[in-house]
């Protein structure tokens, strides 16, 4: 079975940096496209940045110039760089794939990973 897990959350001071990582198992295929989203409490969940063909990035305006997004199919994995954190940043982290398998693309979502960024 086929399956999406966050790594890397946790509790950061203003100004820090973070790594999450997306790992897909359970198969044989390959990262078409992933995206990372982040929910709030109390708020809905919101786009943060999109990644397709390993090189096409795409970032919400919150996030630009803090966030790098990338993949790297060799290890089925995704990743979300986050420097210069904010308060505001503190939310679950979700990543979502698409992942080709015989020509076909699937729609993956991964459980999500608590960024809390605090003093």
């Known amino acids: 079975q086929v399956q999406l897990v966050e790594s890397g959350g946790g509790l950061v001071q203003p100004g820090g940096s973070l790594r999450l990582s997306c790992a897909a198992s359970g198969g044989a295929f390959s990262i078409n496209a992933m995206g990372w989203y982040r929910q709030a409490p109390g708020k809905q969940r919101e786009w943060v940045a999109t990644i397709t063909g390993g090189s096409m990035a795409n970032y919400a305006d919150s996030v630009k110039g803090r966030f790098t997004i990338s993949t790297d199919n060799a290890k089925n994995t995704g990743y979300l760089q986050m420097n210069s954190l904010k308060p505001e940043d503190t939310a679950v982290y979700y990543c979502?794939?698409?992942?080709?398998?015989?020509?076909?693309?699937?729609?993956?979502w991964g459980q999500g990973t608590q960024v809390t960024v605090s003093s």
């Open positions: 979502n794939a698409i992942l080709l398998r015989s020509g076909l693309g699937y729609d993956y």
